[in-house]
Nanobody, 116 residues
Framework: VQLVESGGGLVQAGGSLRLSCAAS????????MGWYRQAPGKQRELVAD????????NYVDSVKGRFTISRDNAKNTVDLQMNSLQPEDTAVYYC??????????WGQGTQVTVSS
């Protein structure tokens, strides 16, 4: 499975960005898709994930009410709509797909920078 992210960039606090992740290859065994982020000097953290089948979404507390994850199984894409962005959201964001063997696939990462 290959993942390609797009949509990062520089935005002012309070602004919005939409990240997209396109998957190619054998995605039949994928069960869950998600977005992680890693800020300088910090560990990578899960931001949001969503099940492939039921579309059940899960968010880290700091983004609840501001970010929305969605997936399109027909197109093999997962998006992250980010609203009301804050400087603490600045990080490299990574797309992640996990299969039923719990094997993780990662995108190359896309930089999101929020200026105050």
């Amino acid at each position: 499975v290959q993942l390609v992210e797009s949509g990062g960039g520089l935005v002012q606090a309070g602004g919005s960005l939409r990240l997209s992740c396109a998957a190619s290859g054998n995605t039949f065994s994928i069960t869950r898709m998600g977005w992680y982020r890693q800020a300088p000097g910090k560990q990578r953290e899960l931001v949001a994930d969503i099940t492939k089948g039921g579309g059940i979404a899960n968010y880290v507390d700091s983004v609840k009410g501001r970010f929305t994850i969605s997936r399109d199984n027909a197109k093999n894409t997962v998006d992250l709509q980010m609203n009301s962005l804050q400087p603490e959201d600045t990080a490299v964001y990574y797309c992640n797909y996990r299969n039923w063997f719990k094997t993780d696939y990662w995108g190359q990462g896309t930089q999101v920078t929020v200026s105050s």
